[in-house]
T-cell receptor, first 113, second 113 residues
Framework: GESVGLHLPTLSVQEGDNSIINCAYSNSASDYFIWYKQESGKGPQFIIDIRSNMDKRQGQRVTVLLNKTVKHLSLQIAATQPGDSAVYFCAENRLNTGNQFYFGTGTSLTVIP | ETGVTQSPTHLIKTRGQQVTLRCSSQSGHNTVSWYQQALGQGPQFIFQYYREEENGRGNFPPRFSGLQFPNYSSELNVNALELDDSALYLC????????????FGPGTRLTVL
């Protein structure tokens, strides 16, 4: 069935290095994507979003890349810090479904001091 | 501006009981979505409320129901609780104008014994 999935369930990086978290989606009707960060015991926290008419968007220390041809999304975190340790989810919104989002399983990022 | 709040924080019920979870949306947001997040999984969309009516539903049985009030706050009701209903229940608020970013509350941890 159609789904949003992540390539790697866990990722460990050294503090100061850059992190890249990947996400694949299979629904061609997906037109809006959000990356969320979820720390233990908390709700998902909005990081950055991107619409399907863009292929790149930058925020503070984060960049999201969207490749619609291969239905792939990535989140790049520059100069990863211990506070970035969390589970990261990509969520997709499918055209004409309003604000209904579909989440993948998540990638657990661990930053090694 | 106040964020999304949920109550209670934790709840323990027994199989067959009924439960009501509450959510107050972020100031100015008129749409509320509910998600179920099982341990180690991404959030799964339950349903969404706009203008006090259900607007979209995920793959959840009718014993999951909800309400939205004129002040945009919302309730999630689950009848005939099953063991598999044990999860973190998340509420997210957003503005109803096409697709927009959603902001999540901290969640209610429901345990069914």
């Amino acid at each position: 069935g159609e789904s949003v999935g992540l390539h790697l369930p866990t990722l460990s990086v050294q503090e100061g290095d850059n992190s890249i978290i990947n996400c694949a989606y299979s629904n061609s009707a997906s037109d809006y994507f959000i990356w969320y960060k979820q720390e233990s015991g908390k709700g998902p926290q909005f990081i950055i979003d991107i619409r399907s008419n863009m292929d790149k968007r930058q925020g503070q220390r984060v960049t999201v890349l969207l490749n619609k041809t291969v239905k792939h999304l990535s989140l790049q975190i520059a100069a990863t810090q211990p506070g970035d340790s969390a589970v990261y989810f990509c969520a997709e919104n499918r055209l004409n479904t309003g604000n209904q989002f579909y989440f993948g399983t998540g990638t657990s990022l661990t930053v090694i001091p | 501006e106040t964020g999304v709040t949920q109550s209670p924080t934790h709840l323990i019920k027994t199989r067959g009981q009924q439960v009501t979870l509450r959510c107050s949306s972020q100031s100015g947001h008129n749409t509320v979505s509910w998600y179920q997040q099982a341990l180690g999984q991404g959030p799964q969309f339950i349903f969404q409320y706009y203008r006090e009516e259900e607007n979209g539903r995920g793959n959840f049985p009718p014993r999951f129901s909800g309400l939205q009030f004129p002040n945009y706050s919302s309730e999630l009701n689950v009848n005939a609780l099953e063991l598999d209903d044990s999860a973190l229940y998340l509420c997210a608020s957003s503005l109803w104008h096409g697709t927009n970013e959603q902001f999540f509350g901290p969640g209610t941890r429901l345990t069914v014994l």
